[in-house]
């Protein structure tokens, strides 16, 4: 968790830095919370060493700043399903794609709420696993795709509300074996 200090003014064109710093300090405000609602304009102000003030030239309110922490999100769910395709067979780097999507939302719950809790696309997800599942040979990859981002959320969020059920072993590799139709 970073430090609250008073931070050093920008320099005359350098405005794009102090509106990253405010995500920035959003995101950690969100993870270190565990609670999306302690992200207020002022603690985010605190956190980035500025005045609450000095977010509007930036953002308009609250709501701007969750929907950045939203784009962030997905952006960074987007890098760690590719960085999991690795080299290995397709059905591999499927299940190892999927594996990361419930890992992105077992590390980061509230970020993942919010992401899904509106404002966000789940386009890039989609893309990934369609593409996953076209190098598999599924049936129909776009539908496909779809069926399995569902079932991966649901995986997810019933996973975030009952931390204590016991999950069956490689619950993850049969969801992803039915719902992309895939046999063998």
């Not at 102090?18 to 300090?25: G, K, M, P």
């Not at 919370?33 to 030239?57: E, K, N, Q, W």
């Not at 760690?80 to 419930?102: F, I, N, Q």
């Not at 919010?114 to 040979?137: I, K």
């Amino acid at each position: 968790m970073r430090k609250e200090q008073v931070r050093a003014r920008n320099r005359r064109g350098e405005g794009a830095r102090l509106r990253e710093e405010i995500v920035e300090a959003a995101v950690e405000l969100m993870d270190a919370s565990g609670d999306g609602r302690g992200v207020t304009l002022r603690s985010v102000a605190r956190r980035v060493g500025i005045a609450a003030p000095s977010i509007y030239p930036h953002f308009p309110d609250r709501e701007a700043v969750l929907l950045a922490v939203v784009h962030r999100s997905f952006a960074q769910l987007e890098a760690d399903l590719l960085a999991a395709r690795g080299p290995s067979g397709p059905r591999h780097r499927l299940e190892a794609v999927c594996t990361a999507y419930l890992d992105f939302a077992a590390g980061h719950p509230e970020r993942y709420r919010t992401m899904f809790g509106g404002g966000g696309d789940p386009a890039g997800v989609t893309g990934t696993l369609r593409r996953c599942l076209e190098d598999c040979g599924a049936p129909d990859p776009a539908v496909d795709a779809v069926a399995l981002w569902l079932g991966l959320h649901g995986l997810a969020h019933q996973r975030a509300v009952l931390p204590h059920f016991r999950w069956p072993a490689g619950i993850t590799s049969d969801l992803v074996r039915t719902l992309a139709r895939l046999t063998g």
